[in-house]
C-alpha cells in the first residue's frame, strides 16, 4: 500500500504528526536529503494548525530524522541517527502517566549541571546567564511568557558545564517538552518565579558555591511541579520545564 499523509484526528495532534512523517521517511517516501513540503505545505495536507506543524517538525529535528535550515526548509537528513531505543525515549518522554519519573529524570540531571556549571563557570559566561535572564524579565514585562529565555538560559548552563552528552540530553528533553513548558508558563506568577530562581541560581554559580548551586537548582525544578500538581488539568502529561 503506498505510504501517503493523512488527515489527524487524534487529540495529542503533533505526536500523530510525528509518527505519520517518520513513516515517511522510513518507508522511502522521502529520500534522504529530499526537501520537505512547506510549513503551509504539511498544514493543508494534514488539515492540522501550523502551530502543531512546527511542533512536529522540532521533534523530528531532535530525533535525528531532518535538518532544518532557516530560511530554506526542512530536509531529511542524509544519514538518519534516529534508533529504536531514541524511538522508546521519545514514548516514555510523552507518555500520560509518568509525573513522578519525569520530575526524578529532571532533578537528578539538572543538580548535576548546576554543580558542574559552578566549578566551571568564566566571568563572560556568568555574564551571558545574566543577559539571558534580563531579556527574560523583559519580555515578562512586555507581556510575554518568557519561556524561550527560560529554555535558552537551562541550555546555556549545561553548556557552561563542558559535557557534550548533557547538552545533547537537555535539548532533546527541551525540544521534546516544549509543548508542556508552553503550557507551564501559562500558571500565574510561574515567569516571574522563574526569573528570580534563575537569578539566585546565577549568584551560587558566581560564587562558584556547587552545592547551593544544587540546592537552588532542586527546588527550582520541584516548585514547578508542584504547581502542575495543583492544577485541575495537570500539564504534568506533557512534559517538564
Known amino acids: 500500500m503506498e505510504n501517503s499523509l493523512q488527515p489527524v484526528e487524534k487529540q495529542k495532534i503533533y505526536e500523530t504528526i510525528v509518527e505519520q512523517m517518520c513513516n515517511m521517511i522510513d518507508s522511502g517516501s522521502w529520500a534522504p536529503g529530499e526537501r520537505l513540503p512547506s510549513e503551509r505545505e504539511l498544514t493543508l495536507m494534514l488539515k492540522v494548525g ?14 535525528g530524522y531532518i535538518d532544518i535550515r532557516p530560511g530554506d526548509g526542512s530536509y531529511v ?17 510523552q507518555g500520560d502517566d509518568l509525573f ?20 566551571n563557570a568564566t566571568p563572560d559566561e556568568i555574564a551571558e546567564l545574566d543577559a539571558i535572564v534580563d531579556r527574560q524579565e523583559s519580555a515578562i514585562q512586555a507581556g510575554f511568557s518568557g519561556v524561550e529565555e527560560n529554555i535558552e538560559f537551562h541550555l546555556r ?16 528533553l527541551f525540544t521534546i517538552a516544549h509543548p508542556g513548558i ?13 526569573v528570580r530562581q534563575h537569578r539566585e541560581i546565577i549568584t551560587a554559580v558566581r560564587e562558584r558555591d556547587s552545592l547551593k548551586a544544587q540546592k537552588l537548582m532542586v527546588n527550582h525544578v520541584r516548585v514547578r511541579y508542584n504547581l502542575i500538581a495543583t492544577q485541575e488539568e495537570p500539564l504534568a502529561q506533557t512534559g517538564a520545564a
Not at 501550523?50 to 530525533?63: D, K, Q, Y
Not at 537528513?77 to 518522554?93: D, G, P, S
Request: hydrophobic share 45%; net charge negative.
Open 157 to 172: 548552563l549545561t553548556e557552561i558545564t563542558g559535557n557534550r552528552v548533557l547538552v545533547e540530553m537537555q535539548k532533546f
Open 77 to 93: 537528513r542524509e544519514n538518519v541517527i534516529y534508533t529504536t531505543n531514541l524511538k522508546k525515549m521519545l514514548q516514555v518522554v
Open 182 to 194: 508552553q503550557d507551564l508558563y501559562m500558571i500565574h506568577g510561574l515567569p516571574q518565579e522563574s
Open 100 to 119: 513522578d519519573e519525569m520530575l526524578e529524570a529532571r532533578e537528578v540531571m539538572d543538580i548535576q549541571i548546576a554543580f558542574l556549571a559552578a566549578e
Open 50 to 63: 501550523r502551530t502543531s506543524v512546527r511542533e512536529a517538525l522540532r521533534i523530528l529535528e531532535a530525533m
